[in-house]
């Protein structure tokens, strides 16, 4: 089901119709004249439901007047229009009225009464009320009428609705009444406001859990090739297998996307990404690893931090051997089990020795789900910002 959500505000340019009528251009061309935008907006968009939000003080009686033909609900318009002056309109006497507005208007109208928006739990309210008219299926909004702090309340609840009620977003207009051609007013489409929500979203769970995939759609609305997003989507995938190879390969192959200027507002976040793709272009496996590790420590993913930790040590110690470390017998296991020996023999310093031990024992704890035998590495599990500074000391002295 497609809803819209509209406002209604408090004018009074006109005493029968409230709002000063105008002459409004869509998109495409075509014109409507009307005195509340909202309406004109539902004929032009044909939504299955209205929902139209308003304060006690909105002017909900010129709003009804204006639908009802004579004699219709009589007893409670006029209740209404008693109650609109006084600011005393309740959500009782505009359920009575719900019948009449949804045969006016041809489709199935929701009034719902709305508090002014004056501080946190009042804002909250509304937030509550839009997503309760709005359960399910796509939303467009109109932000065109009402005070406007509503209409940034308006603006808000689409991106609420977006990434908790799991709605799409199918549009947000505007009637600008004092932007004219030919003495028309333009209407216009913020969809790029939400596109730029959307990409902000995209980046914070990006941060928070290091999956490219989440980036798939956003190129995808922009324009780019299907064949290059899905390699974010498999990249990510072989970076949580510990495949940095096949994840390497499939990131290269979409960087080329990031060379020129990109359309919409991926435009706008193309560096961000090509910042959060930078690992790939490491020398060697050592150094993507060792890129990887400090990064999931930034975003406070430790276990994953200790594996691409040791992992960049393990294989910085086959190179330096001339050893391969895609191999495990005669590369990785080789290599680690040298330089324990050379531990023993006291030919590193002491510094790198404790480093060496706390994160190969830290990187076992979490991988295992085992406490460490000895006290000193069991201690920073004891807290985040303990387990944070001995795998970041860890880190800086042996991977640099």
Known sequence: MHSLVTFLGKGRDDPKTGYRSARYRFPGGHERETAFFGLALAEQLAPQRLVVLGTAGSMWGVFVENLAVEGEEEEARLALLDAEPAARVDQGLLDRLQPLLSRAVGMEVLPRLIPYGRNAPEQRAILETVAEAVPSGKVSFDLTHAFRHLSMLG???????????????????????????????????????????????????????????????????????????????????????????????????????????????????QKRLAE????????????????????????????????????????????????????FKEGREVAFETFEQELQAGQHEDRQREAYWM??????????????????????????????????????????
């Open 155 to 269: 603006l808000v609840s689409a991106f609420m609705l977006e990434r908790v009620g799991k709605l799409e977003i199918e549009g947000i207009w505007y009637g600008a009444l004092e932007m004219t051609e030919g003495g028309v007013a333009l209407v216009l489409r913020l969809d790029g406001l939400l596109a730029i929500q959307r990409w902000v979203d995209a980046l914070d769970r990006y941060d928070a859990t290091g999956h490219y995939g989440v980036f798939a759609p956003l190129l995808a609305a922009d324009g780019v090739p299907a064949d290059k997003t899905a390699c974010l989507e498999e990249a990510a995938f072989h970076e949580q297998t510990q495949n940095l190879a096949d994840a390497r390969r499939k990131l290269l192959t979409f960087l080329p996307q990031l060379e020129t200027s990109l359309p919409g507002a991926s435009g706008i976040f």
């Open 276 to 327: 959060r793709l930078a690992w790939v272009r490491g020398a060697d496996l050592a150094e993507h690893q060792r890129k990887l590790a400090y990064q999931y420590l930034a975003r406070g993913d430790y276990l994953r931090a200790a594996i691409f930790g040791w992992e960049a040590f393990v294989s910085r110690q086959c190179l330096e051997r001339g050893l391969d470390p895609q191999q």
């Open 359 to 400: 994160l190969k024992n830290l990187r076992n704890a979490l991988v295992h789900g085992n406490a460490p035998s000895y006290p000193k590495f069991r201690q920073p599990l004891a807290s985040a910002d303990r387990l944070y500074k001995a795998l970041e000391a860890s880190f800086k002295r042996l991977l640099g």
